[in-house]
């Protein structure tokens, strides 16, 4: 009986310890930032990237109308959504949500997402004209998302 309640014991401290652990994660300061500010400056660059993306998305599956000024206005918007996100996954930013794989040594992330950056900084710049080379180059932004996601999120 004494032993059960030893194990109990030793069991409630070790979750009471990895919780006072887990919260001085959540609650510790960096670069003048808490972890949920952290974590809502990359969910909200994520959403506006989103918000921006799906419009050019919809129209590059013909659901709406093919219009090149409205692909200049997105994607202008889409490059200024895609601005930050860099500097939102600095080895300094806390890991949080995100998968820490990351941050490690030889990780691809900050090149594939200068990749994709890139890639809707030339949809901004040079504005497809024709339906079939805006669809290529949005299914190439697409597969960007896919593949990184495919890395480090899911």
């Known amino acids: 009986?004494?032993?059960?309640?030893?194990?109990?014991?030793?069991?409630?401290?070790?979750?009471?310890?990895?919780?006072v652990l887990g919260y001085q994660h959540y609650t510790q300061e960096t670069?003048?930032?808490y972890f949920r500010e952290w974590h809502s400056l990359r969910t909200d660059?994520?959403?506006?990237?989103?918000?921006?993306?799906?419009?050019?998305?919809d129209m590059a599956k013909e659901r709406i109308s093919?219009?090149?000024?409205?692909?200049?206005?997105?994607?202008?918007n889409l490059v200024k959504a895609t601005q930050p996100l860099a500097s939102q996954f600095e080895p300094k930013a806390p890991w949080g949500d995100a998968n820490a794989s990351?941050?490690?040594?030889?990780?691809?992330?900050?090149?594939?997402?200068?990749?994709f950056v890139a890639?809707?900084?030339?949809?901004?710049?040079?504005?497809?004209?024709?339906?079939?080379r805006f669809q290529d180059t949005l299914h190439t932004l697409r597969n960007q998302c896919i593949e990184c996601h495919k890395k480090y999120k899911d």
């Not at 109990?8 to 919780?19: E, K, Y």
């Not at 090149?68 to 206005?73: R, S, V």
């Not at 990351?102 to 990749?115: K, L, P, T």
């Open 45 to 57: 660059s994520f959403k506006e990237v989103r918000r921006n993306f799906s419009p050019l998305d």
């Open 66 to 76: 093919f219009q090149p000024e409205l692909i200049k206005k997105y994607s202008a």
């Open 31 to 33: 670069d003048g930032k």
């Open 119 to 132: 890639t809707t900084e030339q949809l901004s710049e040079e504005t497809p004209e024709d339906l079939e």
């Open 1 to 19: 009986m004494n032993r059960k309640i030893s194990i109990i014991t030793i069991g409630l401290l070790a979750m009471i310890g990895l919780s």
């Open 102 to 115: 990351i941050w490690s040594e030889g990780s691809e992330f900050q090149s594939m997402m200068a990749e």
